[in-house]
């Protein structure tokens, strides 16, 4: 917005009434080109941003992979919208951690708590591939990577990581193995 006014009631009009910045008229033209360059080069930044956030988006879906994060202490991991396409959700639902252990068969639930555990308790990185049923009752195979994060004093304070349903890649991989071989 470009005014005039340089008091502190309008400036905070100008505010509500949806300005998202503020210059105050002066004769120092080459002030003004200054800023309105800056401006028009973030509003080309902000595009490009979207474009890229949008890009990455499909390429997650294609790939059938989506992220979360996991802060220690907040509670579960929060899922990206593809990553909960992955476990068969809708972008605006959530997956709080002990419906996604329900989706694991009982006998796999203890061993995945024993390998958080460990990953937790020495920071280490984690890469597991995980049998869900879905809510649905489909059956898939999830890969779950992560990296641990850390604060600046070296104490770990969360992970943040991607899922990826490899069902089909197992599957294809489990065809290879038992193709029969010709023997000439």
């Keep these: 917005m470009l005014t005039g006014l340089d008091d502190d009631a309008s400036i905070t009009r100008a505010y509500e009434a949806g300005a998202t910045d503020f210059f105050v008229k002066s004769t120092q033209w080459s002030l003004l080109s200054g800023r309105l360059r800056y401006l028009l080069r973030s509003a080309r930044t902000r595009l490009e941003l979207e474009r890229n956030k949008s890009r990455l988006a499909r390429a997650q879906d294609l790939a059938r992979m989506g992220s979360f994060d996991w802060k220690r202490g907040v509670g579960g991991p929060v899922f990206s919208a593809e990553g909960l396409r992955v476990f068969g959700l809708a972008p605006d639902e959530s997956l709080p951690f002990r419906v996604l252990l329900r989706m694991l068969p009982t006998e796999d639930r203890a061993g995945l708590l024993t390998v958080l555990r460990e990953v937790i308790k020495h920071s280490s990185v984690l890469a597991t591939d995980v049998p869900v049923t ?14 641990p994060e850390f604060n600046e004093h070296g104490n770990l304070i969360g992970y943040t990581g991607i899922v990826q349903d490899v069902t089909d890649r197992r599957m294809a991989e489990d065809k290879i193995k038992h193709w029969p071989t010709s023997t000439a």
């Design 134 to 147: 879905l809510l649905d009752g489909r059956q898939r195979i999830v890969h779950v990577e992560a990296e």
